[in-house]
């Protein structure tokens, strides 16, 4: 098997309330997906770590990280955020989350696999270095990419963001780190309201309209990221995995089906071939219709498995 797929347990005690979207749910519609179509013999299961201070300080600030520490409830719900809470499990699985992308990092970097997926949650793209917001505690993905570059001794990383809504929080983070490039898609005038404006020389931020679909993704694809990424020619490739952009998905209002995201995915893992080994960490984000987020991931980790 040449993907690893990273969880564990504590990511689906986290919850936020009856009737949130980003539920514990989630998880289990997708791992239920994938044994129903024969995926799950392709990917090699581990158990996520907890992240520690030092691995989540490449990414935020030791201030930010004492604060969610000492806000975790032992019971009940306590709001960092308008939509955001903890609950008693929120601080175990938001350290499992972020412990994931850096497992996944070691592991692909280490020859170990060649890919790997983030089955985990809360989502992270969008907490910035000091905040939490938009169901997110700590950015996933930065830190992951940060222990990449700082301790496994990689000199340019990318990140690609295909979530409905900006990652704001992983360009507060990285904009300006000439080590990293994102490149992301999203729609515009949709929360969390930015990234029209990139922060930074290394950011290719996209703003599709509503109503938006596979077609323009594609032209986003093709006329803005593969160029970049191509002059970049990173070492390994994080993906931010948001499948809210999905037609069914009303939490807003683009148009993907499954087939764009194995198609985008084909696309980055040839970036990944020409470029880094084929090292691709993908960390799960938003989608919140859970028939299509689990056929949307389908898609997607079949590609990353080679299983399509």
């Given at each position: 098997?040449?993907?690893?797929?990273?969880?564990?347990?504590?990511?689906?005690?986290?919850?936020?309330?009856?009737?949130?979207?980003?539920?514990?749910e989630?998880?289990?519609?997708?791992?239920?997906?994938?044994?129903?179509?024969?995926?799950?013999?392709?990917?090699?299961?581990?158990?996520?770590?907890?992240?520690?201070?030092?691995?989540?300080?490449?990414?935020?600030?030791?201030?930010?990280?004492?604060?969610?520490?000492?806000?975790?409830?032992?019971?009940?719900?306590?709001h960092?955020?308008?939509?955001?809470?903890?609950?008693?499990?929120?601080?175990?699985?938001?350290?499992?989350a972020?412990?994931?992308?850096?497992?996944?990092?070691?592991?692909?970097?280490?020859?170990?696999?060649?890919?790997?997926?983030?089955?985990?949650?809360?989502?992270?793209?969008?907490?910035?270095?000091?905040r939490?917001?938009?169901?997110?505690?700590?950015?996933?993905?930065?830190?992951?990419?940060?222990?990449?570059?700082?301790?496994?001794?990689?000199?340019?990383?990318?990140?690609?963001?295909?979530?409905?809504?900006?990652?704001?929080?992983?360009e507060?983070?990285?904009?300006?780190?000439?080590?990293?490039?994102?490149?992301?898609?999203?729609?515009?005038?949709?929360?969390?309201?930015?990234?029209?404006?990139?922060?930074?020389?290394?950011?290719?931020?996209?703003?599709?309209?509503?109503?938006?679909?596979?077609?323009?993704?594609?032209?986003?694809?093709?006329?803005?990221?593969?160029?970049?990424?191509?002059?970049?020619?990173?070492?390994?490739?994080?993906?931010?995995?948001g499948f809210?952009?999905?037609?069914?998905?009303?939490?807003?209002?683009?148009?993907?089906?499954?087939?764009?995201?194995?198609?985008?995915?084909?696309?980055?893992?040839?970036?990944?071939?020409?470029?880094?080994?084929?090292r691709?960490?993908?960390?799960?984000?938003?989608?919140?219709?859970?028939?299509?987020?689990?056929?949307?991931?389908?898609?997607?980790?079949?590609?990353?498995?080679?299983a399509?």
């Open positions: 098997m040449s993907c690893a797929w990273i969880t564990h347990a504590d990511c689906r005690r986290h919850e936020m309330g009856e009737g949130h979207p980003e539920c514990p989630r998880l289990d519609a997708i791992s239920d997906h994938l044994t129903a179509t024969r995926l799950m013999p392709y990917l090699a299961p581990c158990e996520a770590p907890l992240a520690t201070p030092e691995q989540l300080g490449r990414a935020h600030t030791a201030l930010y990280v004492r604060e969610i520490h000492d806000a975790a409830p032992r019971q009940g719900y306590v960092v955020d308008p939509d955001t809470a903890m609950n008693a499990h929120t601080l175990a699985a938001a350290l499992r972020a412990g994931a992308a850096v497992m996944g990092a070691e592991m692909v970097v280490s020859g170990e696999f060649r890919r790997a997926f983030c089955a985990v949650r809360p989502p992270g793209h969008h907490a910035m270095r000091d939490a917001m938009g169901f997110c505690f700590f950015n996933n993905v930065a830190v992951g990419i940060r222990h990449a570059l700082d301790v496994l001794g990689l000199e340019r990383v990318a990140l690609v963001d295909f979530d409905v809504h900006h990652g704001n929080g992983s507060d983070i990285l904009a300006n780190d000439d080590r990293v490039l994102m490149v992301s898609t999203f729609q515009r005038d949709l929360y969390p309201f930015l990234g029209d404006v990139p922060l930074g020389a290394n950011m290719v931020n996209i703003a599709l309209p509503a109503g938006a679909d596979g077609e323009a993704l594609r032209r986003a694809v093709e006329g803005s990221w593969l160029p970049a990424l191509e002059r970049f020619r990173p070492q390994l490739i994080f993906i931010s995995a809210d952009a999905h037609r069914a998905d009303d939490m807003a209002g683009l148009r993907f089906v499954e087939s764009d995201y194995a198609w985008v995915t084909r696309e980055l893992i040839g970036v990944a071939e020409r470029h880094c080994e084929g691709i960490v993908s960390c799960l984000e938003g989608g919140y219709h859970l028939f299509a987020l689990a056929r949307s991931v389908a898609a997607h980790v079949s590609e990353l498995a080679g399509a």
